[in-house]
């Protein structure tokens, strides 16, 4: 595996270890995350990394095993560049059903 594939695999596996925490912190209890919006930033911010390292992944690997990497990747436009129609329901429904499934494909591309 080259060098820089790894570095955004590692990436991606570290920012879901920082969602993780959010989750714990706020005893995955959608009210309590809605209340705090550092949290809701925070959150934003780590998708948006997610979101980058993907892209920067498909480049390296277009082959890349990643399911949902072209919604990934719009997420990240929409964070960016249309934040204020983020919505928090999204990125908690996003953080529920979504990175497990991407921790469950990145753990994969570690071997």
């Known amino acids: 595996m080259q060098p820089r594939i790894l570095k955004y695999i590692l990436d991606i596996e570290s920012v879901i270890l920082e969602i993780n925490s959010v989750k714990q912190r706020t005893s995955n209890d959608f009210n309590v995350f809605q ?25 390296l690997q277009p082959d890349i095993s990643i399911s949902s ?6 997420l990240r436009n ?33 071997g």
Do not use: C, F, M, T
Request: net charge negative.
């Open 35 to 59: 209340q705090d919006i550092l949290l809701q930033r925070a959150i934003e911010r780590d998708l948006e990394i997610i979101g980058e390292a993907v892209r920067n992944l498909i480049e």
């Open 78 to 110: 929409i964070i960016s560049h249309a934040y204020d129609s983020i919505e928090p329901e999204l990125i908690w429904a996003i953080i529920q059903r979504d990175i497990p499934v991407l921790s469950a494909e990145i753990e994969k591309l570690k």
């Open 69 to 74: 990497a072209k919604k990934i990747i719009g």
